[in-house]
């Protein structure tokens, strides 16, 4: 797999992208708090052959600046429409998982001119829960200071495909594996979403749009009604026995649902598999 960084400086903020190549219609990926571009690799790695690949640390997270002033939503979206404009990137399709999900979801409702489709991958319009914030802050608190190896990062983080896809973002340094990120920007960053939810936005949306959800994740099922009451045209696909990060433990599944979303506006050829 081979990638080139790029960076993009927006108000003084730079952000790092991995520019995975190819020729055709642009892709963009967004990943959740927390998170980091490289959980992308092997799905921006298949895309790449026949899409335009962007993976973007968004600000505050894994290679971007670490401690932005501005955390806002507002601030997110504006950040992408920088990296179109940058990297030249017309009509993209958006997808984003969680947080990134959210901002995917604001930039097609603000920009929707700059758009081509929409994907949301456990994401939806609902405001987050208001202890949201202090339950993340208890869960990074409770993170050792620092992790004497990937593989113990990985064993903490959840094992398997997930705790190895969360324990790639860390970055090393002399006395073990620190996040790459600050506690602060995270709480900061999830914020607005306990003030506003962003059904009207939402309900603005005019471009393809694809949900998927995993069967376990954290998406309500009367979420996702709503969101198909208001457009029904959206497409809704469920992964079985996937959770919240469906991403890094179904990839192979989701990459069929995006390849045929991408190719003919449609998930599946059939029924889902189960």
Do not use: K
């Amino acid at each position: 797999m081979t990638y080139t960084e790029r960076t993009v400086v927006r108000d003084g903020v730079r952000l790092s992208c991995r520019d995975w190549g190819g020729t055709g219609s642009p892709v963009v990926l967004l990943h959740g708090l927390a998170g980091h571009a490289g959980e992308w690799n092997t799905i921006a790695h298949h895309l790449s052959r026949r899409h335009r690949v962007i993976a973007l640390d968004q600000r505050g997270h894994g290679a971007s600046e670490r401690h932005p002033d501005d955390r806002s939503r507002a601030a997110y979206v504006a950040d992408v429409i920088a990296v179109l404009d940058q990297l030249a990137l017309p009509a993209p399709t958006l997808i984003g998982q969680s947080l990134g999900g959210n901002t995917a979801l604001l930039t097609a409702a603000q920009h929707a001119h700059r758009i081509r489709a929409l994907v949301l991958i456990e994401a939806g319009p609902e405001r987050t829960h208001p202890d949201t914030p202090t339950t993340i802050g208890q869960w990074l608190d409770s993170w050792p200071t620092t992790f004497p190896t990937q593989e113990a990062a990985a064993a903490f983080l959840g094992g398997g495909p997930v705790g190895a896809g969360w324990a790639a973002g860390l970055e090393q340094r002399p006395d073990g594996w620190w996040p790459r990120f600050h506690r602060d920007v995270m709480i900061d960053s999830i914020a607005d979403n306990t003030h506003h939810s962003s059904w009207q936005q939402w309900a603005s949306i005019t471009c393809p749009t694809l949900a998927v959800l995993g069967q376990n994740g954290i998406i309500a099922p009367d979420e996702v009604d709503r969101m198909l009451q208001q457009h029904p045209e959206t497409l809704a696909l469920s992964v079985p026995r996937a959770g919240h990060d469906l991403h890094l433990e179904h990839p192979d599944i989701l990459i069929e649902a995006l390849d045929r979303f991408l190719d003919t506006g449609q998930p599946w050829a059939g029924t889902q598999p189960t």
